[in-house]
C-alpha cells in the first residue's frame, strides 16, 4: 500500500512559479509517480511522470520547458517546479503512483493523492 500526500498549491500571477511537492509511503521502488490535473469540467489530464529508479521522465506537450518534474529517493519525494505558469494551467493538481512502467494513462496509476488547488489569475 503506498500513500500520497500533495502540497504547495495556491494562487499566483500569470508568469508566476510553484512547486508542488508529493511525499509517498509505502513501498514504491521499480514504479513511476506521475503529476495529472483536473480544471472544472474538463477530464483529468496527465502532465507528467518519473521513474523512482531510472529518473526517466515524460512531459505532455503543454507543459514542455515549463515544468520540470524531479524527485528525491531519500526522502521519497516527488516535486513538480512549474514556471511561466498561465492561466489554462489552473486546476486540482494530483499525484499518481503504481504503473511499473512509464504511462500517460490515469487508469493505470493505482495510488492517489487528495489534490492541491493552483490557480493562475491573468
Known amino acids: 500500500q503506498v500513500q500520497l500526500v500533495e502540497s504547495g498549491g495556491g494562487l499566483v500571477q500569470a508568469g508566476d512559479s510553484l512547486r508542488l511537492s508529493c511525499l509517498a509511503s509505502?513501498?514504491?521502488?521499480?514504479?513511476?509517480m506521475g503529476w495529472f490535473r483536473q480544471a472544472p469540467g474538463k477530464e483529468r489530464e496527465f502532465v507528467s511522470t518519473?521513474?523512482?529508479?531510472?529518473?526517466?521522465?515524460l512531459y505532455t506537450d503543454s507543459v514542455k520547458g515549463r515544468f520540470t518534474i524531479f524527485k528525491d529517493n531519500a526522502k521519497n519525494a516527488v516535486y513538480l517546479q512549474m514556471n511561466s505558469l498561465k492561466p489554462e494551467d489552473t486546476a486540482v493538481y494530483y499525484c499518481a503512483g503504481g504503473p511499473k512502467y512509464l504511462s500517460t494513462w490515469a487508469a493505470e496509476y493505482e495510488y492517489w493523492g487528495q489534490g492541491t488547488q493552483v490557480t493562475v489569475s491573468s
Open positions: 509505502g513501498r514504491t521502488f521499480g514504479t513511476y
Open positions: 518519473i521513474s523512482w529508479s531510472s529518473g526517466t521522465t
